[in-house]
């Protein structure tokens, strides 16, 4: 067992602490306020010390005696006395192999609790992918899409439209097809076109040509831009749905390592944390114990909580990328949504949909600006915690 590797488990360990939120440990759901998060570190910072402090009270007996005997090992007495010197050279091998298996012990404890710690993270971003699951199947983007960029949905329109239609067709035997009426190019070319033969009450067509060119111009001019937001968002809840599925593949991976079977869904629902955890607790005995008898268990146990503890950054990372992406997706949406240079103008027939999507979209950029971003674990701060990189 490397002695480097109590150096690297407690860099790593102490950096993703400092990302969970206080509560989660008992039992709370994460991204509670900064004084739920104050608690927690401060609790976090308690059990890394405590860690600590009992690894060094256990070697400096240890090394205060290993010092001792090396000096008598040089000594007159030793060199004079060949049974003094075998007692202690005995002595001194005893007390390097008690050092190796302390600092192993040791090794496998900041392994146990980064591990235990990269779960908890893991739990916390899989309520934070869940709440955002819950966030896109309530927005009502496509349908608010649907009704704005359609003339047909606007009342004014619809009932113009409909006078216009019934003109022309007695007119000139032709109306637009039903299957047409959603493009709103050809609803705003037949419109224009029945509006500039003026046909019927020229004074009653001209009352209403203000409020029906800025219909016509509105979802012409945004049609296209509209249905950007609607494609992209439906883009980004796919994407979501991906990283659920990939954090419940995680979870079974890492706690498979284990010997711990209960899919994610299935431990959340029965809140069945501490079972897990008193797996982990098993597991880390079963390698203490083999440390002097078979060194292979605990090399093999290193390397299991190792690599799911990496898998887990890797992960955090992936999260940290959608949430900088859904945040970049958001600011166009919002760029987008007020882009329409005539909305002042046309303000009394835009519909209350435009304002609610625009809402929306404002609604949904907070969330990724607050509620979803981790900015203590972008660019090399990652790097830092994946390699225990000292500052």
């Not at 007996?61 to 010197?85: F, N, S, Y």
């Not at 997706?329 to 987008?336: D, T, W």
């Amino acid at each position: 067992m490397n002695i480097c590797y109590a150096a690297l488990s407690g860099r790593v360990v102490a950096m993703i602490l400092l990302l969970l939120p206080c509560r989660l440990v008992a039992g709370v759901a994460p991204g509670d306020s900064l004084q739920h998060f104050d608690c927690w570190l401060a609790s976090t910072n308690s059990d890394f010390q405590r860690l600590k402090l009992e690894h060094a009270q256990a070697m400096a007996d240890a090394r205060a005696r290993l010092v001792e005997v090396r000096q008598l090992l040089q000594g007159a007495a030793a060199r004079r006395d060949p049974e003094t010197g075998y007692a202690l050279l005995l002595e001194k091998m005893q007390l390097d192999e008690s050092i190796r298996l302390l600092e192993a012990d040791a090794a496998l404890k900041q392994l146990r609790l980064r591990y235990r710690k990269g779960i908890e993270m893991l739990k916390m971003l899989y309520e934070k992918i869940l709440s955002l699951d819950h966030h896109f199947t309530s927005l009502r983007t496509s349908q608010q899409i649907a009704r704005i960029s359609n003339p047909h949905e606007y009342p004014e329109f619809k009932a113009l439209n409909g006078m216009l239609e019934e003109r022309m067709k007695k007119k000139f035997g032709f109306s637009l097809p039903a299957l047409l009426e959603s493009n709103p190019y050809l609803s705003a070319t037949y419109s224009l076109v029945g509006l500039a033969l003026g046909i019927g009450d020229t004074r009653q067509d001209q009352a209403n040509m203000e409020k029906i060119s800025c219909i016509l111009d509105f979802t012409v001019r945004m049609d296209q831009q509209l249905n950007v937001i609607q494609y992209e968002t439906e883009f980004l809840r796919d994407a979501n749905l991906s990283l659920k599925r990939e954090c419940e593949l995680l979870f079974n991976d890492c706690t498979r390592q284990i010997g711990y079977s209960t899919p994610l869904v299935q431990c959340r629902d029965q809140d069945d944390w501490e079972q897990l955890f008193n797996q982990l607790e098993r597991y880390i005995e079963v390698a203490e114990q083999a440390l002097e008898t078979n060194p292979a268990i605990p090399r093999k146990a290193h390397a299991n909580l190792q690599f799911s503890i990496d898998r887990i950054v890797h992960f955090l990372d992936q999260y940290c990328a959608f949430i900088a992406q859904g945040n970049g997706y958001y600011r166009k949406f919002g760029r987008i949504a007020g882009s329409y240079q005539h909305e002042a103008r046309c303000a009394a027939v835009l519909p209350d949909t435009f304002s609610s999507l625009k809402s929306d979209i404002e609604i949904t950029l907070e969330k990724f600006n607050n509620a979803y971003y981790l900015p203590e674990m972008q660019g090399s701060r990652l790097k830092d915690l994946l390699y225990g990189i000292e500052d």
